[in-house]
């Protein structure tokens, strides 16, 4: 492993340079070459080259790095070989109970001779964006990694989102003076999203190959879904609490707050998240993620005469069970069951990882949650965990929260206050197993 990819991919890891962050960091480099110099000195001491690093993360209004908790991507093919990227994830993410997806990003033999090298470290599943100028996949390569992922065992998850006709949108809004966050939705709508699916449930039916859709939110693309399933075809869903709990108006709140709502896909309609909801009592959606990526909103501001430029995420990792048993357990949406296989028995199975984690069973690994159906509290920036200063569920009663944290049977979290640190590790998955 040379020393500069090691520090390249320190690099990326403390910059948490993830989606479009990768054009942020390329920005920062070309200001001030002389940091690169120094990280990829090997001359200069680690002590050093961590206070510069330090250094960036505060000034540069580059992400937190909370949001990548449990699923770091490490980049394929970008910068190093793949598998010194791994090693320097492993590295900083050790003493964290973590897996790793891989982001594919063109399809090549070496790609594919990576692709191995990432199942031999227990990395079994995939990312794939559809848009994204940075890491979009084109048509052939899109059939080509899925097909390849599949004669492994494999699957991707695929982020579908139509870049061609959304870039176009963007431009047209552009030359209309159209630059609030309220344009975000317009520019990005639920049709592009469907589309997309839709070319991606055709690909995978012509690899043969089974496929994880991410970020689902509407019904259009819901349908797209049922229609694949209806053809014979294997098509896991995932949804997050945005798109089941907000809808598209928060984008046109006043004093530039709908800034903080920018995500991908966007926030939609009341109708879309009805559906949504019927499809997770359905049992058509397997999990319930966050896509978690929280920004200051000092850092949103960097879009305020371009919502484009408005960095995409939000904070949700910490309340994501809370309130799918609030807003959708106690209001009879879904039952306790359901959100239990949602949160924790099918991504273990999806993912490679039960029954050592998602079951609560002899030679399980005892990860428990000691949850409180009564407990109330109210969601608040003042007083979440994120180290951010807002919150899009802001005022949002709870009714239900989490008491006691068991990892690996050792307390983690005692009524609801971290108290004992680093008690997780890498894990290492195997393949996707048959969902109940």
Known sequence: MTQKAV???KVLYR????????EQAHKIFKKAPFLLETLTNPVVSEEAKEAVLDKIVRQSGLPD????????????????QITDIFNCYYKYWDERN????AEVIYADEETKKEIQDMINEGITSFKLYMTYPAMIVDDEDLYKIIKALNEKGCFAGVHCENAGVIDALIQEAKAQGKLGPENHPLVRPDTMEAEAKRLCRITTKKAGAPVMVVHLTNRKAYEEIIRARENG??????????????????????DFEGAKYVCAPPIRKKAD???LWKALADGDIQTVATDQCSFTLAQKAMGKADFTKIPGGLPGVQTRGTLLYTYGVRTGKITVERMCQLLCENPAKLYGVYPNKGVIAEGS????????????????????????????????????DIDKVFLRGKLAVDDGKLVQEKLGTYIKRGLRQPLA
């Open 15 to 22: 910059l948490n340079v993830l989606r479009s962050d990768v």
């Open 98 to 101: 973590h897996i790793l997806h």
């Open 7 to 9: 520090n390249n991919a």
């Open 65 to 80: 790095l909370l949001g990548n908790f449990m699923k770091m991507m490490c980049r394929i093919g970008e910068i190093g």
């Open 233 to 254: 075809q294997t098509v896991f869903a995932e949804t997050c609490p945005q798109y089941l709990l907000l809808d598209d108006s928060v984008y046109s709140k006043p």
């Open 273 to 275: 998240q009805d559906c």
């Open 365 to 400: 690994d005892a990860d428990i949650v000691v949850f409180d159906p009564e407990k109330e509290n109210v969601i608040s920036a003042e007083t979440h965990a994120y180290n951010t200063d807002n919150n899009p569920y802001e005022g949002f009663e709870i009714h239900g």
